[in-house]
T-cell receptor
Framework: NAGVTQTPKFQVLKTGQSMTLQCAQD?????MSWYRQDPGMGLRLIHY???????DQGEVPNGYNVSRSTTEDFPLRLLSAAPSQTSVYFC??????????????FGSGTQLSVL | DAKTTQPNSMESNEEEPVHLPCNHS???????IHWYRQLPSQGPEYVIH???SNVNNRMASLAIAEDRKSSTLILHRATLRDAAVYYC???????????FGTGTRLTVIP
């Protein structure tokens, strides 16, 4: 029972480089989202999706792109990394509706450093 | 989104009960009260949620004030594994997005 899987676990980038953080879930969840967590802070919502082909912005979307071509995958793209994007990134998923739809399942995170 | 207020940190002795408070004076009638916790170097995990009535599950109990302006997460016997940051979050009915505060860091003393 894999749940929510994030790769890579650690990544170091140079300013201006691009990369994609991968997130996959095997629970057939419609809703998926990305959060970032800076030291000593709570998580902040970057982007979210309520189903394949549908994405929307969260609290802090600037500098990040997402797409949702399948139910299982929700990659997060940094087109031109900046030091301000140094953070720990968490992916989460849940049912989009129905009983307990607000119960989110989180991945174990990707620690990203931008030099 | 309605805000919650939690103490920054709390301590508990191992095997004793822990009561983690949360104030949410601007809660609306359609807001559920959710609790998540985040163990060191891990993603948050769901603990419990409720609307009006007190709730129990295998992890914890949730006591909700009659006016719903505050709630308390109860861990009946704290273990070292319960050391984590606990987040109290209000979630509108049917919503999926969570808006985290800074939570309460619980330290369990052996």
């Amino acid at each position: 029972n894999a749940g929510v899987t994030q790769t890579p676990k650690f990544q170091v980038l140079k300013t201006g480089q691009s990369m994609t953080l991968q997130c996959a879930q095997d629970m057939n969840h419609e809703y998926m989202s990305w959060y970032r967590q800076d030291p000593g802070m709570g998580l902040r919502l970057i982007h979210y999706s309520v189903g394949a082909g549908i994405t929307d912005q969260g609290e802090v979307p600037n500098g990040y792109n997402v797409s949702r071509s399948t139910t299982e995958d929700f990659p997060l793209r940094l087109l031109s990394a900046a030091p301000s994007q140094t953070s720990v990134y968490f992916c989460a998923s849940s049912q989009a509706s129905g009983r307990d739809n607000e119960k989110l399942f989180f991945g174990s995170g990707t620690q990203l450093s931008v030099l | 989104d309605a805000k919650t207020t939690q103490p920054n940190s709390m301590e508990s002795n191992e095997e004793e009960p822990v009561h983690l408070p949360c104030n949410h004076s601007t809660i609306s009638g359609t807001d559920y009260i959710h609790w998540y916790r985040q163990l060191p170097s891990q993603g948050p995990e769901y603990v419990i949620h409720g609307l009006t009535s007190n709730v129990n599950n295998r992890m914890a109990s949730l006591a909700i004030a009659e006016d719903r302006k505050s709630s308390t997460l109860i861990l009946h016997r704290a273990t070292l594994r319960d050391a984590a940051v606990y987040y109290c979050i209000l979630v509108q009915t049917g919503a999926n997005n969570l808006f985290f505060g800074t939570g309460t860091r619980l330290t369990v003393i052996p």
